[in-house]
């Protein structure tokens, strides 16, 4: 009797297909092979542009709540601040710093012979250079062409040592590298070009150096433009300051690149054509929100210098919140003058003082300096108040003699009118001693007294 072979398969009774188990046979997961494709797009620039349309979005649903016309400038100061930041960020991690691109036909691999048809393109951004290649057709020589591989340099911001070591730098490394990978001779060429570094030939060092000086201005951007959106709640024209100050680092980015970048200009032959390099897009948008971003600060603060209300409303904010309290005291002072009556006489006698009689004097006080604070307002400034100082000459102490007038109490005293009584008679002056006390003389036998002050 011969074995009889089962077509059906035999399944363990310990094993019970479940849900994420249907059409499977095996008891293993379903193994795929490698795909590999070309890097169609920057995750991080599409990251970037897609957090960015998220937050303008979500400002956008909520515009309809706001009523009248204060919906239009939330709308305004929200999307031109989105605007600046998303600009910073995106150019900050933009590979489009420097770009160029041909059409050309060049040797494909090494062992084979044939030529290919490719479009060949070259992206330099702040941290590395992206190289293109992608054949026309795609499929040329039993092969799809299309390459995409990106080369840096800034882990770190090093030149290290010459070579292709351990210790040299990390694009000569990856360059290193992808020779052994057997990259396609077009993208190894371009990338050599970036290795080298002696004699006028640098060009990997000074555009490591472009973007290493340019990304820490960007940096310098990014939270100078977050403390301009606080203090445009707080004090509009402290926000003008600092948004002249945000464009000022992206315009400084843009000249530290285009002066260090290089002395000697990157031209790379091929067949057909030349690879030359010019400005991208990451470069233009840079210098453009930087320019923009400084007039519209200075627009800020001359808004907040002529139309202070316009520019409140405009920013929604209370016009006492630019302003600051202080208590001063009385700018002038103005004293009574000495006033000396005689009884039964209603008129009193100003300008002269008396000279004594028989009758009885009275004297009034001579100042009235009472010290009173005024509360008053005033903006807020960077710039300290220069405020004058007047100082009232001390009194003279009881019993003795007065201390001398200086000659800026004697001026500020003629300033403010502090002595109403003009004396023009210099004879009463005889009596005034050394220190500038006050004589009391009586005459030979009329007994008047002569009072001088």
């Given at each position: ?25 095996e008891?293993f ?16 620039e ?24 204060e ?15 998303a ?8 590979q ?29 951004g ?23 591989e990106?080369?840096s ?9 010459f ?23 077009p ?8 290795t ?7 060009w ?26 606080i203090?445009?709640f ?15 680092c ?11 970048r ?8 091929f ?19 930087g ?28 016009v ?7 208590y ?8 009574k ?24 004097m ?15 307002f ?11 100082s007047r ?51 009586s ?11």
């Amino acid at each position: 009797m011969g074995l009889i072979e089962s077509k059906v398969p035999v399944v363990s009774r310990s094993w019970v297909p479940g849900f994420f188990t249907s059409f499977r046979m095996e008891r293993f997961p379903t193994l795929y092979g490698s795909l590999k494709t070309a890097v169609t797009a920057d995750v991080l620039e599409a990251g970037f542009v897609y957090a960015t349309a998220i937050l303008a979005f979500s400002f956008l649903i909520i515009l309809p709540g706001i009523r009248g016309r204060e919906r239009w400038f939330c709308a305004v100061r929200i999307f031109l601040s989105i605007f600046i930041g998303a600009s910073i960020m995106i150019c900050n991690f933009g590979q489009e710093w420097e770009v160029a691109d041909i059409h050309t036909k060049t040797q494909y691999k090494s062992g084979i012979a044939a030529e290919v048809e490719a479009a060949i393109g070259v992206k330099i951004g702040l941290r590395s250079v992206n190289i293109t290649l992608k054949g026309l057709p795609e499929n040329q020589i039993n092969e799809t062409i299309d390459y995409n591989e990106r080369f840096s340099w800034n882990d770190p911001w090093q030149q290290r040592r010459f070579g292709f070591g351990p210790f040299s730098g990390e694009i000569q490394q990856e360059f290193r590298a992808a020779q052994y990978k057997g990259l396609p001779y077009p993208i190894l060429w371009i990338a050599e070009y970036f290795t080298f570094d002696g004699e006028g030939i640098r060009w990997g060092r000074h555009y490591r150096q472009a973007g290493f000086y340019t990304h820490i201005m960007m940096w310098t951007a990014f939270p100078l433009w977050l403390l301009t959106n606080i203090l445009f709640f707080m004090v509009v024209r402290y926000g003008g300051y600092f948004l002249c100050m945000t464009g000022g680092c992206m315009v400084l980015g843009n000249i530290l690149y285009s002066t260090i970048r290089n002395a000697n200009e990157l031209i790379i032959p091929f067949e057909d054509a030349n690879l030359v390099f010019h400005y991208g897009w990451s470069f233009w948008l840079t210098l453009f929100t930087g320019i923009i971003s400084i007039l519209l600060g200075v627009i800020v603060i001359l808004m907040d210098w002529l139309y202070d209300s316009a520019i409140y409303s405009f920013f929604g904010i209370d016009v006492l919140k630019d302003y600051e309290e202080y208590y001063a005291e009385q700018e002038e002072v103005k004293p009574k003058s000495p006033r000396y009556t005689q009884p039964g006489d209603s008129s009193p006698k100003t300008k002269t003082p008396l000279v004594g009689g028989e009758n009885d004097m009275e004297e009034l006080p001579d100042y009235e300096n009472p010290v009173t604070l005024i509360p008053k307002f005033r903006k807020k400034s960077t710039v300290g108040f220069a405020q004058k100082s007047r100082r009232i000459p001390r009194p003279a102490p009881r019993g003795g003699p007065s201390r001398p007038a200086t000659a800026a109490s004697a001026n500020l005293q003629g300033e403010n009118n502090y002595a109403d009584n003009e004396i023009d008679d210099p004879e009463l002056y005889e009596n005034v001693d050394k220190h500038g006390g006050v004589k009391f003389d009586s005459g030979p036998d009329d007994g008047n007294v002569k009072i001088a002050v």
